[in-house]
């Protein structure tokens, strides 16, 4: 929901020959609640035929795809209605805007001091970023809580295998957060860094994990 409209010569989809399928969702992206999404797959070749529900109620046998139960079609009702309002060029212009507060966002922080970008949402608008290996009395967690005082969703995880020694801190940035609510992430996290390179030891344990 983000390359076709900032980077459309960009080659992703079926055009490469070991693309088999493409799955994405209505959420963040798509400007949809959660709840939907949508696969497609190169041919009839791809999907193994056993996880294939046949049905003919409809005057033919109809082949799906999907988990066999009753589902609400407000989110796709939804979906067909953003992607008709707003067409290409309007989700084009959303999702330039998303990449420009984002990119922004991420170099002021790297400005903070004691923060390393691992990315810059130059490509998704989604970046993450770590401390600094001197940085020894606050760790990402502690980041991760204070902000969520505020309201702020900011995940905070060690990454997989081989790499547990790293701790990051992700952020996303959606359609609605503009520079003036981007400018209220950044002044809190700010205070909070302040605060809490005046502590003397981490207060979070990785363990602790994110909640929603």
Not at 97 to 102: H, I, L
Not at 155 to 172: C, F, I, S
Request: glycine share 8%; proline share 6%; charged share 25%.
């Amino acid at each position: 929901m983000v390359a076709p409209f900032l980077e459309p010569d960009l080659a992703w989809d079926f055009r490469l020959p070991r693309v088999a399928s493409i799955s994405t969702s209505g959420r963040k992206y798509g400007l949809v609640y959660p709840g939907v999404g949508w696969a497609l797959w190169r041919d009839q070749a791809v999907p193994p035929e056993d996880l294939i529900f046949h049905v003919n109620y409809l005057g033919g046998d109809i082949g799906t795809f999907t988990l066999n139960f009753s589902r609400p079609g407000s989110q796709v009702v939804a979906q067909f209605y953003a992607f008709l309002r707003l067409g290409f060029d309007g989700y084009r212009r959303v999702q330039l805007t998303c990449r420009e507060v984002a990119m922004r966002l991420a170099s002021r922080i790297e400005a903070i001091g004691p923060y390393e970008l691992l990315s810059r949402g130059d490509e998704l608008p989604v970046f993450a970023f770590r401390l600094k290996d001197e940085v020894t009395n606050f760790t990402v967690f502690d980041v991760s809580r204070r902000m969520r005082e505020r309201g702020w969703q900011v995940p905070a995880y060690t990454m997989p295998a081989n790499r547990e020694d790293l701790a990051v801190l992700r952020v996303v940035v959606r359609n609605g957060m503009s520079s003036d609510l981007a400018a209220l992430f950044l002044a809190d996290l700010v205070r909070f860094t302040t605060e809490l390179e005046r502590q003397s030891t981490p207060g979070v344990a990785a363990e602790a994990g994110f909640r929603h």
